[in-house]
Every structure is written in structure tokens, then in C-alpha cells.
């Protein structure tokens, strides 16, 4: 019989800490569905007391995710707990997590004030919280780096006050599997109320460690593991959670732990968070990059004709990734690609077949075969344009080349009833376009960051723009998606200015609302 380790996700927590743009409510929404299908046990959505853009989200999807528990983070505060319980009330069931370090570097360097004071304030915390709720989480921040001896103190205390799950975080990621394996077992060994809560970990990447100390901690006696799908978190990211579930699921039969994660979500799930995140996935990274099924030289290559375990101990297929393909073809018809998208693990419910497939026609025109990485591209894009546009790009022409100055001509339509035309110069096209879109928008906005992928493979591949530009202080992501890179430029600045434009109409609504 295998014993249970709990996953907790914290993508959009944690997770979201290192994006350079804020998610939408709805973006949140979307990715929060998609771990309740890959089945995470808890997921931690937000910090309510950091915005009302969070506390809005952790509420949404608080009321609306049924079968995940939904968590939310807080200081060891009153005033952060009273915020966490109040977005989270909607829920049947809800978690809430409270947090204070404990290492001796942050208690007198960052909050300033003697062991004994945070000891009390986590006390005190975790019996606040326990007004809300019987499921609080308690984390001993930077764990890894505090005192054996205080951690003991800290972590009997907060199971005393009411903590049902006590968390270890690594929380600068500092420690090595045997050390950090060490210190849960010293916490079973020692702290003598251990077993009335669920010991868990939360372990960061800096050194490259957070999988193997999550898995050591397991194997010492945690039964819950903090992760993020693709890794993703602050700094070098958190313990990835693709990563930890197969590595529980394919050495099940000789480790003996079992998750409710179902694995064939897994690339689905990688994907969306990627895309929404605007967070490339390595190409050789373990479960869910490009290359993690891929075998390039003559001997493996061999090996695997003759049986694909010889160097494959997972295959494609169990976590999601199809490799039998019907090719897609402008001659394929709406039921292949709808039975495609069954295969990739999409609802009829995730996109508009009619939409998505004259979408599909439009594209194997210019490029002839389409791949699975297309069809997800198009779908995820088809819902980018389907919300409601201010600004519309009718046309661009651009004239550029090694002597000529560039220059772009763009056309516009501005809310319902406005058609602009402006042509500027450039030290590029892409910079032409973009003179052309500042012109007509009349926003003062400020890229900090452009980025092209390239999404498929060879010539023909489809060119995603990602940019992050900011405005009155406030962070945007705008992404475009095309065969020319000039459109998926123009486009992504287009969404970023649909973005600001949406964002005023709030700002005013909101002022409209206090005046009255
Ligand atoms: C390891 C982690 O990932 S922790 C989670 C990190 N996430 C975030 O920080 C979420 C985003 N943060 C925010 O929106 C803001 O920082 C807020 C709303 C939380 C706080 O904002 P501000 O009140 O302006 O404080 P600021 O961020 O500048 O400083 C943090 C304050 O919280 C205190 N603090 C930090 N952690 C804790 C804690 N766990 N419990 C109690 N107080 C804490 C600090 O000592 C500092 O207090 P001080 O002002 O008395 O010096
Ligand atoms: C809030 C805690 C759990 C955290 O993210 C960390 O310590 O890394
Ligand atoms: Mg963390």
C-alpha cells in the first residue's frame, strides 16, 4: 500500500511572484481550473491582503473551484488574516496559511525584533486564524537557515495554537538533500505534538535542490509538497511540481508514495501556465520541455526502435504529449480537429470549434501542416481576440531594407465608429509599427521588455510576441501571434493598449462610484 503525499500547488502565489506583469482575474481563473483537473489537492491563489487585483482572484476562484481546496497567504498579522478570510469565505472549505520567518538573519535583520516576539506572533496568528477556519497552514520562512533548536520550539508551539500543517520552506533554497532530510527528521525525533499535524515543505531552486529536498523530506516524513507547475517562482523558482508527481508516480512500486495527480494533464497544464505566464519552458526540462522525449543520436535511436524503454522510463504519452499523429493538413475537417483537441485533453467547452478551425484553415494555407503546438496557439489566441477590442489593427505596410530608412503605415479603428491612418519612420519595421501605434493611441507607455519565440518548428513556424510595457505606474502584458513577426509585434502593443484602455474604463468607473 502506498502512502498519500498532498500537493499543494502555489503557481499563483509563489509562482506568480516572479512574472514581470500581474495576472489577469480572469488569466488566474484559467489556470486555476486547469490544476483542479490536473488534480492538485490545495492550491494557493493569492496574497488578498497585497492588492484588490488579488483579493479579487483569490475570491473568483475561492467560489468557484470545487474540487481543489483553495488557500490563500497572509503575514502573521490580524489585519492579513482578515483579508485572507474574507475573499475566501465564498468557498464550502477553505484553507488559510500564515507565515513568519524564523531564521536569525530575518528575525533581527528584516523584522527586526527578538525570537521570543515571533514566536508569540506566530502563536497568536495561527489561534486568529483558527476563528476563520480548522485548516491553517503555519510556515516557518527560511526554515532552512534557522536554529535547530527554535525551529523545534516554533513548530511545537504553532501545532499547540491550532496548525494542522506545519511548513519547512527552504526558502532561499540553501540547503542539500541530506541536510534539509535532516532537519524533518530531527523535527519528528524531537518535537513531541509532531504528529497532530501535516508536515509539509516548500522548497526553492537557487542551488538546484528543491526536487531532490522535497523528495528527501518525503522520504523523512513530510506527506505534503509545495510546488508550481513548470517550476516556476521567485528567483530560480520553486520545487516543480511535474517533476515531483512523476517522479512519486513512476517510482511508486519501490518508493511506496502515491498523488492524486493525474498525469496525462500534465503538458496541458505546462503549456497553458507557460503561455499565460509569458514563461518559456527550457527546451531540456525534465518532463515538459521540447526535447525531454526527443533522441537524437544513432545508438539511442536504435535503442529505442527496437524498445522504447531502453531509454525512455517515462513514455510521451502519460503525461500527455501525443506522438501519433494524423497529419493536419488544410484538407482535414472539423471532426479531426476536434478529436485532436480531445486528444490534447481539451473540453469541446475550452474553445469554439467553428472559430478554431477557420482559424486552422487560414493557417494551413500559409504554412501547410499544422502541429499540436498550433492548434493550442490558435485556441489560446482565439480567446485573446475574442475579448472586446477598443483598438482594432485593420492593416500594416511597412517598406524596409538595407537602404531604405523603414517605414510603416498603419491602419486603425478606434471604439466603434473611428478609422486612423499614420505612417512614421523607424530604425526597423517593428520599430516603424510601433512609432505608428504610439501615435494613434496618444498613451505614454514604456516598453521594458520584447521577446520572440519561435512557436513550432523550421521557417514556417508561427513568431509569438511577448512585451511588457508599463503605464501610470502599472505593468502590461501584451502578446501577439502570427507568421510575420511584424503582425505578432503590432498585435502584441495592440493588446497592451486594449489592456490600458480597460484599466482607465475601471479607474473611472471607480471614481464614478465614490462621487455618488
Ligand atoms: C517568502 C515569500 O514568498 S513571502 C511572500 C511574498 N509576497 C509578497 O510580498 C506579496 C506582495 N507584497 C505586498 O503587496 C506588500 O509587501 C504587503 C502588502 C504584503 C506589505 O506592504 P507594506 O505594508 O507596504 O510593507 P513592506 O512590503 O514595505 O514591508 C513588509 C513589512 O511586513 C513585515 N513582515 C514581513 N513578513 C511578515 C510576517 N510574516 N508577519 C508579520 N510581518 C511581516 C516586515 O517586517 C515589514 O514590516 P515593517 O514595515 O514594520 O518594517
Ligand atoms: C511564504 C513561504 C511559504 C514562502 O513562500 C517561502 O518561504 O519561500
Ligand atoms: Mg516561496
Known amino acids: 500500500m502506498s502512502e498519500q503525499v498532498i500537493i499543494f500547488d502555489t503557481t499563483l502565489r509563489d509562482g506568480e511572484q516572479a512574472l514581470s506583469a500581474s495576472l489577469t482575474v480572469k488569466e488566474k481563473l484559467k489556470i486555476a481550473f486547469a490544476l483542479e483537473r490536473l488534480g492538485v489537492d490545495i492550491m494557493e491563489v493569492g496574497f488578498p491582503i497585497s492588492s484588490p487585483g488579488d483579493f479579487e482572484s483569490v475570491q473568483t476562484i475561492a467560489r468557484e473551484v470545487k474540487n481543489s481546496r483553495v488557500c490563500a497567504l497572509s503575514r502573521a498579522l490580524p489585519k492579513d488574516i482578515d483579508a485572507a478570510a474574507e475573499a475566501l469565505k465564498v468557498a464550502d472549505a477553505f484553507r488559510i496559511h500564515t507565515f513568519i520567518s524564523t531564521s536569525t538573519i530575518h528575525v533581527e535583520s528584516k523584522l527586526k525584533r527578538t525570537f521570543d516576539d515571533v514566536l508569540e506572533m506566530a502563536v497568536n496568528a495561527v489561534k486568529y486564524a483558527r476563528n476563520f477556519t480548522d485548516d491553517v497552514e503555519f510556515s516557518c520562512e527560511d526554515a532552512g537557515r534557522t536554529p535547530i533548536d527554535n525551529l523545534c520550539r516554533m513548530v511545537e508551539q504553532a501545532i499547540k495554537a491550532g496548525a494542522s500543517t506545519i511548513n519547512i520552506p527552504d526558502t532561499v533554497g540553501y540547503t542539500y538533500p541530506s ?9 519528528f525525533d524531537r518535537v513531541p505534538n509532531i504528529d497532530q499535524a501535516v508536515i509539509s515543505v516548500h522548497c ?7 526536487v531532490a529536498n522535497s523528495i528527501t523530506a518525503v522520504e523523512n516524513g513530510a506527506r505534503q509538497i509545495e510546488c508550481t507547475m513548470n517550476g516556476i517562482g521567485e528567483r530560480a523558482g520553486n520545487c516543480s511540481l511535474e517533476e515531483v508527481a512523476m517522479i512519486l508516480h513512476t517510482r511508486q512500486a519501490k518508493m511506496g508514495y502515491k498523488t492524486n495527480i493525474n498525469p496525462i494533464e500534465i503538458a496541458r497544464t505546462s503549456q497553458l501556465v507557460s503561455q499565460i505566464c509569458n514563461m518559456p519552458i527550457q527546451s531540456n ?19 529505442v526502435l527496437k524498445a522504447q524503454n531502453t531509454y525512455e522510463i517515462i513514455t510521451p504519452e502519460s503525461v500527455g504529449i501525443l506522438t501519433n499523429k494524423l497529419n493536419l493538413t488544410s484538407r482535414s475537417g472539423r471532426h479531426v480537429i476536434q478529436h485532436r483537441m480531445q486528444e490534447l485533453g481539451y473540453r469541446d467547452t475550452d474553445y469554439d470549434l467553428e472559430e478554431l478551425y477557420t482559424s486552422f484553415l487560414a493557417l494551413a494555407d500559409k504554412k501547410g501542416q499544422v502541429f499540436d503546438y498550433d492548434l493550442e ?9 475574442n475579448q472586446p477590442e477598443y483598438y482594432k489593427l485593420s492593416s500594416i505596410n511597412v ?22 491612418v499614420e505612417a512614421a519612420t523607424g530604425n526597423g519595421p517593428i520599430d516603424a509599427t510601433y512609432q505608428c501605434l504610439m501615435r494613434i493611441s496618444g498613451l505614454d507607455i514604456n516598453m521594458s521588455s520584447y521577446k520572440i519565440t519561435s512557436k513550432g518548428e523550421g521557417k514556417d513556424a508561427l513568431g509569438q510576441v511577448d512585451i511588457v510595457a508599463s503605464y501610470n505606474g502599472q505593468k502590461f502584458h501584451g502578446i501577439g501571434l502570427s507568421t510575420d513577426i511584424i503582425e505578432s509585434s503590432a498585435k502584441a502593443l495592440v493588446h497592451v493598449m486594449n489592456h490600458i484602455h480597460l484599466a482607465k474604463a475601471v479607474e473611472v468607473k471607480k471614481k464614478n462610484l465614490t462621487q455618488v
Open 204 to 210: 526553492h531552486d537557487d542551488l538546484g535542490m528543491s
Open 285 to 303: 526540462k525534465a518532463i515538459v520541455g521540447a526535447n525531454a522525449f526527443s533522441h537524437s543520436s544513432g545508438i539511442h535511436q536504435d535503442g
Open 179 to 187: 541536510e534539509f532530510g535532516g532537519i524533518i527528521k530531527t523535527l
Open 377 to 385: 496557439a490558435l485556441m489560446f489566441f482565439n480567446q485573446i481576440e
Open 399 to 420: 517598406q524596409s531594407g538595407t537602404s531604405v530608412v523603414a517605414t510603416a503605415t498603419v491602419v486603425m479603428e478606434i471604439g466603434k465608429d473611428k478609422r486612423v
